[in-house]
C-alpha cells in the first residue's frame, strides 16, 4: 500500500523559514516527486518537482530563490525547505509522486499518489 506523510508544516511569521519533510513508502525511487499547495476555494498549485535520477528541478515562478526542493531516496523522503516565507504562501501543502518526468509545467494531472496534506501559515 501506498503510504505518503507530510510533515513539518505549522505558523511562522513573515520572512521565517520553515522545512517540509515527506517519507513514503511502496512508491519506486525512480518517480518524480512534487509539492504542491491550496488554499481554500482554489486549484491545487505545483510549486516544485524533482526528477529521481539527475534531481532536476523545477519552481513555480512566486517561489523561486527562495524555496529548495530536495531528495533522500535511500530515506525515501522528499524535502521543500521554504525561506523568506510570505503570506500569500499560507496553503495546505501537498506532497505527491508522479511516474513520468518532471517537467516545467508542475500539474497535479501527472501525479499518482498524495500525501493527506501539512498546513503552512505565515502570518505576523
Known amino acids: 500500500q501506498v503510504q505518503m506523510v507530510e510533515s513539518g508544516g505549522g505558523s511562522v511569521q513573515p520572512g521565517g523559514s520553515l522545512r517540509l519533510s515527506c517519507e513514503w513508502q511502496?512508491?519506486?525511487?525512480?518517480?518524480?516527486m512534487g509539492w504542491f499547495r491550496q488554499t481554500p476555494g482554489k486549484e491545487r498549485e505545483g510549486v516544485a518537482s524533482?526528477?529521481?535520477?539527475?534531481?532536476?528541478?523545477y519552481y513555480t515562478d512566486s517561489v523561486k530563490g527562495r524555496f529548495t526542493i530536495s531528495r533522500d531516496n535511500t530515506k525515501k523522503t522528499v524535502y521543500l525547505q521554504m525561506n523568506s516565507l510570505k503570506p500569500e504562501d499560507t496553503a495546505m501543502y501537498y506532497c505527491?509522486?508522479?511516474?513520468?518526468?518532471?517537467?516545467?509545467?508542475?500539474?497535479?494531472?501527472?501525479?499518482?499518489?498524495w500525501g493527506q496534506g501539512t498546513q503552512v501559515t505565515v502570518s505576523s
Open positions: 505527491a509522486a508522479s511516474p513520468f518526468r518532471a517537467r516545467s509545467n508542475i500539474s497535479a494531472r501527472d501525479f499518482a499518489y
Open positions: 511502496n512508491v519506486d525511487s525512480t518517480y518524480c
Open positions: 524533482i526528477n529521481w535520477s539527475d534531481s532536476t528541478t
